[in-house]
T-cell receptor, first 114, second 113 residues
């Protein structure tokens, strides 16, 4: 089955600096890579996603890159703000057997220091 | 739209007790999922229902059963709770097909003592 590794597990940055979270996956059939943000005590919510036919996607201060050959993808947050503090999960997904088979990484706890 | 709604939000059980976690979605999604979240382990799939009338095991199904009551509702049952089942449980739903977002409920924090 799919295996998704996520690093680092914790990350502290000064406000205004950039943060990068990296993930690798094992199943070459995975073709959809969402990133979820989970604030303390809240539900995970999608912040950005990328499909396998795209190498990079940006949405304001966040961007995701995908290297299909190397099977890794990364989340980049620029000009970090205290409200970016949360746990971030990457995931690798493919459609199989009538459902979206999603495997999550183990999460990165991001702390933005004011 | 309420999205995905779970009940209860918190629960404390004694070892051996049973309970059912309720989940309902109003987005007309065909697929529904139950995950558990433990520190340092991310979200692990317990059971899923690709469509109404079907259910299948995920990564960690032992000790759980599910029922897809109708298109809206997908329940998770613990027949005999164990301390190892202490976790936060999330229900999610999505449309089947490639590249679709999963929408999560607010979670149920379960403690088994």
């Amino acid at each position: 089955g799919e295996n998704v590794e996520q690093h680092p597990s914790t990350l502290s940055v000064q406000e205004g600096d950039s943060a990068v979270i990296k993930c690798t996956y094992s199943d070459s059939a995975s073709n959809y890579f969402p990133w979820y943000k989970q604030e303390l005590g809240k539900r995970p919510q999608l912040i950005i996603d990328i499909r396998s036919n795209v190498g990079e996607k940006k949405d304001q201060r966040i961007a995701v890159t995908l290297n299909k050959t190397a099977k890794h993808f990364s989340l980049h947050i620029t000009e970090t703000q205290p409200e970016d503090s949360a746990v971030y999960f990457c995931a690798a997904s493919r459609y199989s057997g009538g459902y979206q088979k999603v495997t999550f990484g183990t999460g990165t706890k991001l702390q933005v220091i004011p | 739209n309420a999205g995905v709604t779970q009940n209860p939000k918190f629960q404390v059980l004694k070892t051996g007790q049973s309970m059912t976690l309720q989940c309902a979605q109003d987005m007309n999604h065909n697929s529904m999922y139950w995950y558990r979240q433990d520190p340092g382990m991310g979200l692990r799939l317990i059971y899923y229902s690709a469509s109404e009338g079907t259910t299948d095991k995920g990564e960690v199904p032992n000790g759980y059963n599910v029922s897809r009551l109708n298109k809206r509702e997908f329940s998770l049952r613990l027949e005999s709770a164990a301390p190892s089942q202490t976790s936060v449980y999330f229900c999610a739903s999505s449309e089947p097909g490639a590249s679709t977002e999963a929408f999560f409920g607010q979670g149920t924090r379960l403690t088994v003592v």
